[in-house]
Protein backbone atom coordinates (compact mmCIF):
# COMPACT_ATOMS: atom_id res chain seq x y z
CA UNK A 1 0.00 0.00 0.00
CA UNK A 2 1.38 3.48 -1.26
CA UNK A 3 1.58 5.87 1.63
CA UNK A 4 0.27 9.57 1.23
CA UNK A 5 1.45 11.38 4.51
CA UNK A 6 4.42 13.28 2.92
CA UNK A 7 2.41 14.66 0.28
CA UNK A 8 -0.30 15.45 2.10
CA UNK A 9 1.35 17.23 4.62
CA UNK A 10 3.00 19.46 2.40
CA UNK A 11 -0.37 20.43 0.96
CA UNK A 12 -1.67 21.34 3.99
CA UNK A 13 1.64 23.23 4.53
CA UNK A 14 0.89 25.39 1.75
CA UNK A 15 -2.65 25.94 2.56
CA UNK A 16 -2.10 26.79 6.00
CA UNK A 17 1.23 29.23 4.59
CA UNK A 18 -0.78 31.03 2.22
CA UNK A 19 -3.61 31.65 4.74
CA UNK A 20 -1.27 32.63 7.58
CA UNK A 21 -0.02 35.40 5.06
CA UNK A 22 -3.29 36.81 4.16
CA UNK A 23 -2.89 35.62 0.58
CA UNK A 24 -6.09 34.42 -1.12
CA UNK A 25 -4.79 31.08 -2.48
CA UNK A 26 -9.21 29.99 -3.48
CA UNK A 27 -9.43 30.83 -6.64
CA UNK A 28 -13.05 31.80 -8.09
CA UNK A 29 -13.60 30.41 -11.58
CA UNK A 30 -13.88 33.40 -14.26
CA UNK A 31 -17.12 32.29 -17.24
CA UNK A 32 -14.68 30.93 -19.27
CA UNK A 33 -13.19 28.65 -16.58
CA UNK A 34 -13.59 25.15 -16.51
CA UNK A 35 -12.37 22.67 -13.44
CA UNK A 36 -13.85 19.12 -13.22
CA UNK A 37 -12.63 15.66 -11.56
CA UNK A 38 -14.98 12.96 -13.21
CA UNK A 39 -15.44 9.17 -14.48
CA UNK A 40 -16.18 9.23 -17.47
CA UNK A 41 -19.27 7.27 -19.01
CA UNK A 42 -20.70 4.73 -17.28
CA UNK A 43 -18.84 1.54 -17.09
CA UNK A 44 -20.26 -2.04 -17.49
CA UNK A 45 -18.76 -4.83 -15.40
CA UNK A 46 -18.69 -8.84 -14.96
CA UNK A 47 -19.04 -10.34 -11.59
CA UNK A 48 -15.71 -11.73 -10.72
CA UNK A 49 -13.48 -9.58 -12.80
CA UNK A 50 -10.58 -9.79 -11.40
CA UNK A 51 -9.19 -6.59 -12.84
CA UNK A 52 -11.63 -3.33 -13.84
CA UNK A 53 -10.06 -0.74 -15.05
CA UNK A 54 -11.95 2.53 -13.60
CA UNK A 55 -10.25 5.81 -15.41
CA UNK A 56 -10.03 9.18 -13.36
CA UNK A 57 -10.37 11.87 -15.89
CA UNK A 58 -9.37 15.70 -15.11
CA UNK A 59 -10.88 18.56 -17.11
CA UNK A 60 -8.90 22.08 -16.57
CA UNK A 61 -8.99 25.26 -18.93
CA UNK A 62 -6.01 26.45 -16.65
CA UNK A 63 -2.65 24.84 -16.30
CA UNK A 64 -2.76 22.60 -13.29
CA UNK A 65 0.15 21.46 -10.78
CA UNK A 66 -1.70 19.37 -8.47
CA UNK A 67 -4.72 17.42 -7.46
CA UNK A 68 -5.77 16.12 -3.93
CA UNK A 69 -8.65 14.21 -3.63
CA UNK A 70 -10.80 11.59 -2.00
CA UNK A 71 -12.58 9.15 -3.81
CA UNK A 72 -15.28 6.43 -2.31
CA UNK A 73 -16.62 2.88 -3.26
CA UNK A 74 -19.04 0.65 -2.31
CA UNK A 75 -16.35 -1.97 -0.77
CA UNK A 76 -19.04 -5.01 -0.72
CA UNK A 77 -18.89 -4.66 -4.25
CA UNK A 78 -15.52 -3.19 -5.67
CA UNK A 79 -11.90 -4.03 -3.99
CA UNK A 80 -9.17 -1.77 -5.34
CA UNK A 81 -5.84 -3.59 -5.49
CA UNK A 82 -3.94 -0.68 -7.82
CA UNK A 83 -4.16 2.98 -7.89
CA UNK A 84 -1.39 4.07 -10.97
CA UNK A 85 -0.92 7.28 -12.55
CA UNK A 86 -1.70 7.36 -16.37
CA UNK A 87 0.81 10.52 -16.74
CA UNK A 88 3.98 10.76 -15.59
CA UNK A 89 4.42 13.08 -12.41
CA UNK A 90 7.36 14.21 -9.87
CA UNK A 91 5.00 13.08 -7.11
CA UNK A 92 1.85 10.57 -7.09
CA UNK A 93 0.82 9.23 -3.79
CA UNK A 94 -2.35 6.88 -2.95
CA UNK A 95 -3.52 5.60 0.40
CA UNK A 96 -6.42 2.59 0.32
CA UNK A 97 -5.93 2.06 3.90
CA UNK A 98 -9.39 2.96 4.77
CA UNK A 99 -11.86 0.69 3.55
CA UNK A 100 -13.84 2.06 1.07
CA UNK A 101 -11.83 5.69 0.52
CA UNK A 102 -8.93 6.17 -1.61
CA UNK A 103 -6.75 9.30 -1.05
CA UNK A 104 -4.71 10.17 -4.43
CA UNK A 105 -2.08 13.13 -3.89
CA UNK A 106 -0.34 14.32 -6.81
CA UNK A 107 1.95 16.93 -7.85
CA UNK A 108 3.84 18.17 -11.40
CA UNK A 109 6.11 21.26 -10.30
CA UNK A 110 8.86 19.88 -7.17
CA UNK A 111 12.95 20.23 -6.95
CA UNK A 112 14.91 18.81 -8.11
CA UNK A 113 14.34 18.55 -12.20
CA UNK A 114 13.44 17.33 -14.58
CA UNK A 115 10.19 19.58 -15.32
CA UNK A 116 6.82 18.04 -15.76
CA UNK A 117 4.81 19.96 -17.72
CA UNK A 118 1.21 20.94 -15.75
CA UNK A 119 -2.11 19.29 -16.82
CA UNK A 120 -4.37 20.85 -18.93
CA UNK A 121 -7.31 20.15 -21.44
CA UNK A 122 -9.25 16.61 -20.77
CA UNK A 123 -7.21 13.67 -19.57
CA UNK A 124 -6.88 10.68 -17.81
CA UNK A 125 -4.37 11.05 -14.97
CA UNK A 126 -5.14 8.22 -13.09
CA UNK A 127 -6.47 4.55 -12.98
CA UNK A 128 -7.53 2.28 -10.71
CA UNK A 129 -7.65 -1.51 -10.91
CA UNK A 130 -10.69 -3.63 -8.89
CA UNK A 131 -11.91 -6.74 -8.12
CA UNK A 132 -15.49 -7.07 -8.62
CA UNK A 133 -17.82 -9.02 -6.47
CA UNK A 134 -18.63 -12.61 -7.17
CA UNK A 135 -21.70 -13.16 -5.63
CA UNK A 136 -25.12 -14.17 -7.76
CA UNK A 137 -26.94 -10.92 -7.26
CA UNK A 138 -29.54 -11.34 -9.55
CA UNK A 139 -30.16 -8.41 -10.98
CA UNK A 140 -28.33 -5.40 -12.41
CA UNK A 141 -26.72 -3.28 -10.00
CA UNK A 142 -25.48 0.53 -10.50
CA UNK A 143 -22.99 1.50 -7.99
CA UNK A 144 -21.20 4.64 -7.84
CA UNK A 145 -17.81 6.01 -7.38
CA UNK A 146 -18.01 9.35 -5.57
CA UNK A 147 -16.23 11.91 -3.64
CA UNK A 148 -15.46 12.35 0.09
CA UNK A 149 -15.01 15.61 2.14
CA UNK A 150 -13.40 14.50 5.52
CA UNK A 151 -14.77 17.53 8.10
CA UNK A 152 -12.00 16.74 10.70
CA UNK A 153 -9.34 18.02 8.33
CA UNK A 154 -8.81 22.00 8.33
CA UNK A 155 -8.56 22.01 4.94
CA UNK A 156 -10.71 20.91 1.71
CA UNK A 157 -9.95 17.20 0.39
CA UNK A 158 -11.01 17.74 -3.15
CA UNK A 159 -8.83 20.46 -4.63
CA UNK A 160 -6.70 21.68 -7.93
CA UNK A 161 -3.44 23.84 -7.58
CA UNK A 162 -3.35 25.50 -10.45
CA UNK A 163 0.34 26.84 -11.68
CA UNK A 164 -0.26 30.35 -10.43
CA UNK A 165 -0.35 29.28 -7.25
CA UNK A 166 -4.33 29.51 -6.78
CA UNK A 167 -6.28 26.85 -5.18
CA UNK A 168 -9.50 25.75 -6.98
CA UNK A 169 -11.71 23.93 -4.60
CA UNK A 170 -15.55 23.23 -4.56
CA UNK A 171 -18.25 24.64 -6.18
CA UNK A 172 -15.83 26.29 -8.57
CA UNK A 173 -14.53 22.59 -8.53
CA UNK A 174 -17.02 20.67 -10.32
CA UNK A 175 -16.90 16.81 -8.96
CA UNK A 176 -19.30 14.15 -10.45
CA UNK A 177 -19.70 10.78 -10.12
CA UNK A 178 -19.05 7.69 -11.76
CA UNK A 179 -21.35 4.86 -12.37
CA UNK A 180 -20.41 1.06 -12.58
CA UNK A 181 -23.24 -1.35 -13.59
CA UNK A 182 -22.31 -4.55 -12.59
CA UNK A 183 -24.02 -7.21 -15.04
CA UNK A 184 -25.87 -9.90 -14.18
CA UNK A 185 -25.25 -12.49 -16.63
CA UNK A 186 -27.89 -14.73 -18.18
CA UNK A 187 -25.43 -17.43 -19.11
CA UNK A 188 -26.16 -18.83 -22.55
CA UNK A 189 -27.75 -16.17 -23.79
CA UNK A 190 -24.94 -15.07 -26.76
CA UNK A 191 -27.60 -13.26 -29.13
CA UNK A 192 -28.83 -10.98 -25.85
CA UNK A 193 -33.01 -12.09 -26.95
CA UNK A 194 -33.20 -12.77 -23.48
CA UNK A 195 -33.41 -16.90 -24.48
CA UNK A 196 -30.54 -18.77 -23.75
CA UNK A 197 -29.15 -21.57 -25.04
CA UNK A 198 -30.71 -21.42 -28.65
CA UNK A 199 -29.33 -22.21 -31.92
CA UNK A 200 -28.67 -18.52 -32.55
CA UNK A 201 -26.74 -18.22 -29.48
CA UNK A 202 -24.45 -21.00 -31.33
CA UNK A 203 -24.30 -19.16 -34.16
CA UNK A 204 -23.27 -15.71 -32.79
CA UNK A 205 -20.98 -17.67 -30.55
CA UNK A 206 -19.12 -19.50 -33.68
CA UNK A 207 -19.31 -16.03 -35.59
CA UNK A 208 -17.37 -14.51 -32.98
CA UNK A 209 -14.69 -16.91 -33.48
CA UNK A 210 -14.46 -16.76 -37.12
CA UNK A 211 -13.59 -12.60 -36.06
CA UNK A 212 -17.27 -11.82 -37.40
CA UNK A 213 -18.77 -10.40 -34.32
CA UNK A 214 -17.07 -8.07 -31.49
CA UNK A 215 -18.66 -8.78 -28.22
CA UNK A 216 -20.38 -6.38 -25.90
CA UNK A 217 -19.09 -6.58 -22.38
CA UNK A 218 -22.97 -8.12 -21.84
CA UNK A 219 -22.34 -10.83 -24.50
CA UNK A 220 -18.49 -11.66 -23.01
CA UNK A 221 -20.31 -11.56 -19.56
CA UNK A 222 -22.93 -14.31 -20.65
CA UNK A 223 -20.63 -16.51 -22.49
CA UNK A 224 -19.29 -18.16 -19.56
CA UNK A 225 -21.76 -21.06 -20.41
CA UNK A 226 -19.98 -23.49 -18.32
CA UNK A 227 -19.51 -21.22 -15.33
CA UNK A 228 -15.83 -21.77 -14.91
CA UNK A 229 -15.15 -17.83 -14.58
CA UNK A 230 -13.65 -17.31 -17.74
CA UNK A 231 -15.51 -16.03 -20.25
CA UNK A 232 -15.67 -16.75 -24.48
CA UNK A 233 -13.93 -20.18 -24.38
CA UNK A 234 -14.36 -23.01 -26.92
CA UNK A 235 -15.38 -24.97 -23.50
CA UNK A 236 -18.04 -22.67 -23.23
CA UNK A 237 -19.06 -23.35 -26.84
CA UNK A 238 -18.81 -26.75 -26.55
CA UNK A 239 -20.93 -26.80 -23.50
CA UNK A 240 -23.74 -24.86 -24.93
CA UNK A 241 -23.34 -26.99 -28.30
CA UNK A 242 -24.03 -30.06 -25.45
CA UNK A 243 -27.45 -28.17 -23.83
CA UNK A 244 -28.58 -27.62 -27.13
CA UNK A 245 -28.48 -31.34 -28.04
CA UNK A 246 -29.70 -32.12 -24.54
CA UNK A 247 -33.64 -30.17 -25.48
CA UNK A 248 -33.46 -32.07 -28.59
CA UNK A 249 -33.18 -28.89 -30.86
CA UNK A 250 -30.68 -30.50 -33.21
CA UNK A 251 -31.12 -34.56 -33.05
CA UNK A 252 -30.41 -35.41 -36.74
CA UNK A 253 -26.93 -35.42 -38.88
CA UNK A 254 -27.86 -32.99 -41.68
CA UNK A 255 -28.16 -34.67 -44.74
CA UNK A 256 -26.57 -32.21 -47.09
CA UNK A 257 -24.22 -30.93 -44.96
CA UNK A 258 -20.82 -29.08 -46.06
CA UNK A 259 -18.75 -31.65 -44.05
CA UNK A 260 -15.04 -31.37 -43.83
CA UNK A 261 -13.30 -33.17 -46.70
CA UNK A 262 -10.31 -35.39 -45.98
CA UNK A 263 -7.19 -34.20 -48.79
CA UNK A 264 -7.69 -37.18 -50.53
CA UNK A 265 -11.47 -35.95 -51.25
CA UNK A 266 -10.27 -32.96 -51.59
CA UNK A 267 -7.82 -33.62 -54.20
CA UNK A 268 -10.18 -35.36 -56.31
CA UNK A 269 -12.82 -32.65 -56.03
CA UNK A 270 -10.21 -30.13 -57.33
CA UNK A 271 -7.96 -31.49 -59.59
CA UNK A 272 -4.68 -30.65 -57.20
CA UNK A 273 -1.90 -33.05 -56.80
CA UNK A 274 0.42 -30.24 -55.92
CA UNK A 275 0.06 -28.56 -52.30
CA UNK A 276 2.04 -26.67 -49.75
CA UNK A 277 0.59 -27.80 -45.84
CA UNK A 278 0.21 -26.85 -42.52
CA UNK A 279 -0.38 -29.45 -40.62
CA UNK A 280 -1.71 -29.35 -36.83
CA UNK A 281 -0.44 -32.66 -34.73
CA UNK A 282 -2.44 -32.82 -31.37
CA UNK A 283 -1.53 -34.48 -28.27
CA UNK A 284 -4.08 -35.21 -25.65
CA UNK A 285 -4.89 -37.62 -22.62
CA UNK A 286 -8.51 -36.80 -22.99
CA UNK A 287 -11.03 -36.93 -26.21
CA UNK A 288 -11.17 -33.67 -27.62
CA UNK A 289 -15.08 -31.52 -27.74
CA UNK A 290 -14.01 -28.29 -29.03
CA UNK A 291 -10.63 -26.60 -30.27
CA UNK A 292 -9.95 -23.03 -31.27
CA UNK A 293 -6.97 -21.50 -33.10
CA UNK A 294 -5.94 -18.35 -34.25
CA UNK A 295 -2.89 -18.25 -36.41
CA UNK A 296 -0.78 -15.25 -37.93
CA UNK A 297 0.64 -15.38 -41.11
CA UNK A 298 2.39 -12.73 -43.68
CA UNK A 299 -0.65 -11.91 -46.61
CA UNK A 300 2.19 -10.69 -48.66
CA UNK A 301 3.90 -14.24 -48.94
CA UNK A 302 1.28 -16.82 -48.51
CA UNK A 303 -2.52 -17.13 -48.45
CA UNK A 304 -4.93 -20.28 -46.80
CA UNK A 305 -6.78 -21.90 -49.38
CA UNK A 306 -8.37 -24.42 -47.73
CA UNK A 307 -8.80 -25.75 -44.17
CA UNK A 308 -9.12 -29.59 -43.47
CA UNK A 309 -9.84 -32.04 -41.40
CA UNK A 310 -7.69 -35.53 -40.80
CA UNK A 311 -10.04 -38.48 -41.65
CA UNK A 312 -9.46 -39.51 -37.62
CA UNK A 313 -11.47 -36.12 -36.75
CA UNK A 314 -14.05 -36.01 -39.27
CA UNK A 315 -16.73 -36.35 -36.27
CA UNK A 316 -15.98 -32.75 -34.98
CA UNK A 317 -17.35 -29.34 -37.52
CA UNK A 318 -15.25 -27.19 -38.97
CA UNK A 319 -15.35 -23.77 -39.08
CA UNK A 320 -12.74 -21.13 -40.44
CA UNK A 321 -12.23 -17.79 -41.64
CA UNK A 322 -9.07 -15.95 -43.35
CA UNK A 323 -8.11 -12.32 -43.37
CA UNK A 324 -5.63 -9.47 -43.04
CA UNK A 325 -3.33 -11.89 -42.44
CA UNK A 326 -4.89 -13.94 -38.95
CA UNK A 327 -6.42 -17.46 -39.67
CA UNK A 328 -9.13 -18.15 -37.26
CA UNK A 329 -10.51 -21.68 -37.09
CA UNK A 330 -13.07 -23.45 -34.65
CA UNK A 331 -13.54 -27.48 -34.28
CA UNK A 332 -16.48 -28.64 -32.02
CA UNK A 333 -18.60 -31.27 -31.78
CA UNK A 334 -22.69 -30.56 -32.15
CA UNK A 335 -23.32 -34.46 -31.31
CA UNK A 336 -21.08 -34.83 -28.48
CA UNK A 337 -21.39 -38.92 -29.47
CA UNK A 338 -19.05 -40.97 -31.81
CA UNK A 339 -15.45 -42.15 -32.17
CA UNK A 340 -13.91 -38.80 -30.42
CA UNK A 341 -10.33 -37.63 -31.44
CA UNK A 342 -7.88 -37.34 -28.97
CA UNK A 343 -4.46 -37.63 -30.61
CA UNK A 344 -2.45 -37.42 -34.43
CA UNK A 345 -2.77 -35.25 -37.05
CA UNK A 346 -5.92 -33.32 -36.80
CA UNK A 347 -6.33 -30.92 -39.32
CA UNK A 348 -3.80 -29.41 -41.96
CA UNK A 349 -4.09 -26.07 -43.93
CA UNK A 350 -3.80 -25.57 -47.82
CA UNK A 351 -1.80 -22.50 -48.12
CA UNK A 352 -0.36 -20.76 -52.08
CA UNK A 353 2.35 -18.37 -52.00
CA UNK A 354 5.96 -19.09 -51.57
CA UNK A 355 6.67 -22.29 -51.36
CA UNK A 356 10.28 -22.27 -50.41
CA UNK A 357 9.14 -21.05 -47.04
CA UNK A 358 9.00 -24.68 -44.51
CA UNK A 359 8.82 -23.24 -41.65
CA UNK A 360 6.99 -20.18 -39.22
CA UNK A 361 4.80 -19.19 -42.00
CA UNK A 362 2.18 -19.42 -39.70
CA UNK A 363 2.25 -18.59 -35.93
CA UNK A 364 -0.06 -19.98 -33.23
CA UNK A 365 -1.61 -16.65 -31.36
CA UNK A 366 -4.38 -18.56 -29.45
CA UNK A 367 -4.67 -22.40 -28.86
CA UNK A 368 -7.58 -23.23 -26.81
CA UNK A 369 -8.98 -26.82 -26.37
CA UNK A 370 -12.39 -28.45 -24.92
CA UNK A 371 -13.64 -31.59 -23.71
CA UNK A 372 -16.86 -32.90 -24.65
CA UNK A 373 -18.42 -31.83 -21.64
CA UNK A 374 -17.46 -28.16 -21.97
CA UNK A 375 -14.55 -28.65 -20.03
CA UNK A 376 -10.97 -26.28 -20.36
CA UNK A 377 -8.90 -29.55 -21.83
CA UNK A 378 -4.94 -29.09 -21.15
CA UNK A 379 -3.33 -30.32 -24.74
CA UNK A 380 -0.09 -30.30 -26.87
CA UNK A 381 0.44 -29.57 -30.29
CA UNK A 382 3.01 -29.21 -33.08
CA UNK A 383 3.04 -27.64 -36.19
CA UNK A 384 4.69 -29.52 -39.47
CA UNK A 385 5.16 -28.12 -43.04
CA UNK A 386 5.42 -30.57 -46.37
CA UNK A 387 5.06 -29.87 -49.51
CA UNK A 388 4.50 -31.59 -52.77
CA UNK A 389 4.92 -30.51 -56.21
CA UNK A 390 3.62 -32.41 -59.41
CA UNK A 391 1.40 -30.76 -62.50
CA UNK A 392 -2.01 -29.93 -62.01
CA UNK A 393 -4.45 -32.55 -63.78
CA UNK A 394 -6.61 -31.56 -66.93
CA UNK A 395 -9.77 -32.25 -65.17
CA UNK A 396 -12.33 -28.93 -64.86
CA UNK A 397 -12.41 -27.40 -60.83
CA UNK A 398 -15.38 -28.34 -58.55
CA UNK A 399 -18.49 -26.13 -58.72
CA UNK A 400 -17.67 -23.58 -55.45
CA UNK A 401 -20.51 -22.12 -53.65
CA UNK A 402 -20.06 -18.53 -51.84
CA UNK A 403 -22.39 -16.46 -49.55
CA UNK A 404 -21.81 -12.91 -51.08
CA UNK A 405 -22.52 -9.96 -48.27
CA UNK A 406 -22.91 -10.07 -44.36
CA UNK A 407 -24.16 -11.52 -42.34
CA UNK A 408 -24.63 -15.36 -42.47
CA UNK A 409 -26.92 -15.56 -40.19
CA UNK A 410 -29.31 -13.49 -42.69
CA UNK A 411 -32.29 -11.77 -42.49
CA UNK A 412 -34.50 -11.73 -45.26
CA UNK A 413 -32.16 -12.37 -48.26
CA UNK A 414 -29.42 -14.17 -49.23
CA UNK A 415 -27.27 -13.70 -52.23
CA UNK A 416 -25.78 -17.06 -53.41
CA UNK A 417 -22.86 -17.23 -55.91
CA UNK A 418 -21.82 -19.98 -57.98
CA UNK A 419 -19.06 -20.80 -60.03
CA UNK A 420 -19.89 -23.58 -62.96
CA UNK A 421 -17.30 -25.62 -64.07
CA UNK A 422 -18.67 -26.68 -67.66
CA UNK A 423 -22.06 -25.97 -70.06
CA UNK A 424 -24.55 -28.69 -69.16
CA UNK A 425 -27.71 -29.26 -66.72
CA UNK A 426 -27.76 -28.12 -62.73
CA UNK A 427 -29.98 -27.53 -59.82
CA UNK A 428 -29.80 -25.03 -56.76
CA UNK A 429 -31.97 -26.19 -53.99
CA UNK A 430 -32.61 -25.07 -50.74
CA UNK A 431 -33.31 -27.73 -47.47
CA UNK A 432 -34.02 -27.91 -44.17
CA UNK A 433 -32.06 -29.36 -41.32
CA UNK A 434 -34.26 -32.53 -42.01
CA UNK A 435 -33.60 -32.84 -45.40
CA UNK A 436 -36.57 -31.64 -47.22
CA UNK A 437 -37.02 -29.48 -50.19
CA UNK A 438 -37.80 -26.03 -49.04
CA UNK A 439 -37.13 -24.27 -52.23
CA UNK A 440 -35.67 -24.81 -55.82
CA UNK A 441 -33.85 -21.70 -57.02
CA UNK A 442 -32.46 -23.20 -60.07
CA UNK A 443 -33.25 -25.90 -62.63
CA UNK A 444 -32.25 -26.49 -65.89
CA UNK A 445 -29.10 -26.11 -68.70
CA UNK A 446 -26.85 -23.78 -68.04
CA UNK A 447 -23.52 -22.21 -69.09
CA UNK A 448 -20.30 -22.08 -67.62
CA UNK A 449 -19.19 -19.31 -65.70
CA UNK A 450 -19.95 -17.57 -62.76
CA UNK A 451 -23.48 -16.53 -61.62
CA UNK A 452 -25.51 -15.99 -58.65
CA UNK A 453 -29.58 -15.85 -56.99
CA UNK A 454 -31.14 -14.45 -54.18
CA UNK A 455 -33.07 -16.32 -51.92
CA UNK A 456 -36.06 -14.31 -50.39
CA UNK A 457 -36.40 -16.49 -47.19
CA UNK A 458 -39.75 -18.33 -48.66
CA UNK A 459 -40.65 -21.81 -49.92
CA UNK A 460 -42.05 -22.89 -52.92
CA UNK A 461 -45.07 -21.89 -52.50
CA UNK A 462 -43.47 -18.27 -51.53
CA UNK A 463 -44.22 -18.53 -47.76
CA UNK A 464 -41.84 -17.31 -45.62
CA UNK A 465 -39.49 -19.76 -43.48
CA UNK A 466 -38.71 -19.97 -39.86
CA UNK A 467 -35.56 -19.18 -38.42
CA UNK A 468 -33.11 -22.15 -38.23
CA UNK A 469 -29.80 -23.94 -40.36
CA UNK A 470 -30.81 -24.57 -43.99
CA UNK A 471 -28.41 -25.77 -47.22
CA UNK A 472 -28.10 -24.77 -50.54
CA UNK A 473 -27.03 -27.74 -52.28
CA UNK A 474 -25.71 -26.88 -55.98
CA UNK A 475 -25.63 -30.50 -58.05
CA UNK A 476 -24.65 -31.10 -61.47
CA UNK A 477 -23.62 -34.40 -63.61
CA UNK A 478 -20.12 -35.00 -62.22
CA UNK A 479 -19.76 -32.21 -59.23
CA UNK A 480 -21.93 -30.73 -56.34
CA UNK A 481 -21.47 -28.57 -53.54
CA UNK A 482 -23.30 -27.74 -50.09
CA UNK A 483 -23.28 -24.72 -48.21
CA UNK A 484 -25.14 -24.07 -44.91
CA UNK A 485 -26.85 -21.14 -44.18
CA UNK A 486 -28.23 -19.33 -41.15
CA UNK A 487 -32.00 -17.48 -41.13
CA UNK A 488 -32.67 -15.33 -38.21
CA UNK A 489 -35.78 -13.09 -37.98
Not at 151 to 166: I, Q, R, V
Not at 336 to 358: H, P, T, V
Not at 361 to 387: H, K, M, N, Q, W
Request: hydrophobic fraction near 40%; include cysteine; aromatic fraction near 10%.
Amino acid sequence: MIRYTVLSTLIAAMMSVGAAAGEHHYDANSITDVHEIYFGPQIEAIPGEPALFIPIRINTSRPTIGVNIIITYDPSLLTPTVVAPNLFFQNFQADMSIQGRIRINLLTDLPPPPFVPPIEGDTIFAWISCCVTSEDLGYDLLTHIGFYEDPNTPYPDNSLLLADGNWVVYPNLSLTRGDVLIINPIYGDININGFAFEIGDAITFLNYFMGDVQFTRRQYANSDCNRDGIQASIADLVFLLGVINGDRLLQYDPPFADRPESISEYNSRNSLDSHSLCDIVLNSDESLGGAYFVLDYDSDLVEPSCVLLDNSADDLELSWTASNGKLMIALYSWRGYGSMFSSGKLLSILYSGDSGLQNDIFAVSRAEFSTSDGEPLDAEYEIDYTYTAAAPASMPTATAISILGYPNPFNGAVSISYDLPSDGDYDLMIFDILGRQVKSLMRGNQRNGKGSVIWDGTDNRDEGVASGIYFARLRGEKVSASLKLFMMK
